[in-house]
Nanobody
Framework: QVQLVESGGSLVQPGGSLRLSCATS????????IGWFRQAPGKEREGLSY????????YIADSVQGRFTISRDNAKRTVLLYMNSLKPEDTAVYYC???????????????WGQGTQVTVSS
């Protein structure tokens, strides 16, 4: 059974940092690209970053370039999203997802976690 479980979301002050974790099980992480997405109330789901299955190369969306980074630990079956210099507009539910073909388009992803809430507020 394919499972992705996000954790690490919380309330943080503007300018702060968070590390989100995506724990995976039920599939071989090497065979899938993993993406991170977010969805704020009333908005569409937004692609933030992904890490490819083949060589571990990464993509970061322009909207978070320079502030967010992604990494993968195959031994721990975990993909991390590091978020720095957080802004109130980063407030959203953050999701990780798995796909056979890396993409920033959420429609290309087959398996999803339940999400973790990130709130940036003073």
């Amino acid at each position: 059974q394919v499972q992705l479980v996000e954790s690490g979301g919380s309330l943080v002050q503007p300018g702060g940092s968070l590390r989100l974790s995506c724990a995976t099980s039920g599939f071989t992480l090497d065979y899938y690209a993993i993406g991170w997405f977010r969805q704020a109330p009333g908005k569409e789901r937004e692609g933030l970053s992904y890490i490819r299955k083949s060589d571990g190369s990464t993509y970061i969306a322009d909207s978070v370039q320079g502030r967010f980074t992604i990494s993968r630990d195959n031994a721990k079956r975990t993909v991390l999203l590091y978020m720095n210099s957080l802004k109130p507009e980063d407030t959203a539910v953050y999701y990780c997802a798995a796909t056979n073909m890396a993409s920033i388009d959420p429609h290309e992803y087959h398996y999803w976690g339940q999400g973790t809430q990130v709130t940036v507020s003073s």
